[in-house]
């Protein structure tokens, strides 16, 4: 569904260099200039970089991402192989969508310290993970090359729409979770997705619903009560509802593929997925073929 990336140095190149920030800025923060000229909240980078350190930590600020991600990872698996067997009814694509992520090209955009990238990679996907945060950024590419990763996982400093400029139509799947609440345009990073995939490419996003149960769990309950998560972590103002975000999807040219809700028990502190999408929850959605 993709080419290969073997011709792209832009990304080769990060398999065996730390990262690269020269599309940004040369330092660990970024300017207004810069902000204004790009899809970023300088303030929202700022706020993930100061807990570089935790992220991989199972009982730092992070902790909720690592509980939930075998099922997150489990969910885009699925997705991966509807997408392929939907795309195509050949014995070849059948055989390649049985395959789930292995061998797949993933861009995992807003990738933070890497939880999901390197969950990704050892699924046996080839991962590229993008972000805005050079100290996040560090923390997943030490983390990778300690778990031996690095051959089949490398990260980039970079905005999602200045990617899709050079290297559109080069991925099979892109993921962008818990990260379309934190810029100032979601549709824009969406857009950029549909780009970056190739025809029947899939796409997965979460994000948080805004409306007053979200506010009171994801903020309230999250980062007050329970405190899951630092305070601070979300704005409701910038919480999307499933209808916007499917006219985002839809606007830039996907198709409907499936849709879930996350959901946690604090007292049996269990996560699962239903299909109630009141708080948080996540979207499939696929490039068409043509």
């Known amino acids: 569904m993709s080419s290969a990336l073997s011709s792209s140095p832009a990304l080769n190149d990060q398999a065996n260099s730390r990262f690269d920030?020269?599309?940004?800025?040369a330092n660990d923060t970024i300017s207004n200039d810069t902000a204004a000229t790009i899809n970023v909240d300088p303030s929202?980078?700022?706020?993930?970089n100061k807990l570089a350190s935790?992220?991989?930590?199972?009982?730092?600020?992070?902790?909720?991402?690592h509980e939930i991600n075998p099922l997150r990872l489990n969910w885009i698996e699925e997705n991966v192989k509807r997408g392929y067997q939907n795309s195509d009814d050949s014995?070849?694509?059948?055989?390649?969508a049985e395959m789930g992520l292995t061998g797949k090209k993933v861009l995992d955009v807003g990738c933070g310290g890497g939880i999901l990238s390197e969950s990704m990679a050892r699924r046996g996907a080839d991962v590229t993970g993008i972000d805005l945060g050079?100290?996040?950024?560090?923390?997943?590419?030490?983390?990778?090359e300690q778990s031996g990763l690095d051959k089949t996982l490398r990260y980039q400093h970079i905005p999602v729409e200045d990617l899709a400029k050079t290297h559109a139509g080069q991925f099979d799947v892109v993921t962008c979770m818990e990260m379309l609440e934190h810029?100032?345009?979601p549709s824009s990073i969406v857009q950029a997705c549909f780009a970056l995939l190739a025809p029947g490419g899939v796409c997965v996003l979460s994000t948080i619903n805004r409306n007053p149960k979200s506010y009171l769990f994801a903020i309230v309950g999250a980062e007050y009560v329970l405190r899951l998560l630092d305070r601070g972590t979300h704005d409701?103002?910038?919480?999307?509802?499933?209808?916007?975000?499917?006219?985002?999807?839809?606007?830039?040219?996907?198709?409907r593929q499936d849709i879930t809700g996350l959901h946690y028990n604090p007292l049996t502190k269990r996560y699962w997925l239903a299909q109630n999408v009141d708080v948080n929850?996540?979207?499939?959605?696929?490039?068409p073929m043509a």
């Open 134 to 144: 050079t100290e996040n950024l560090k923390a997943a590419t030490i983390h990778a």
């Open 281 to 287: 929850y996540m979207i499939a959605v696929q490039k």
């Open 236 to 255: 409701y103002a910038k919480f999307i509802t499933p209808a916007e975000l499917d006219k985002m999807a839809v606007t830039a040219g996907f198709t």
């Open 54 to 65: 935790e992220w991989w930590s199972n009982t730092g600020a992070f902790a909720t991402l």
């Open 91 to 96: 014995t070849n694509a059948n055989k390649t």
């Open 21 to 25: 920030t020269a599309n940004i800025v």
């Open 183 to 185: 810029v100032p345009d």
């Open 44 to 48: 929202e980078v700022d706020k993930f």
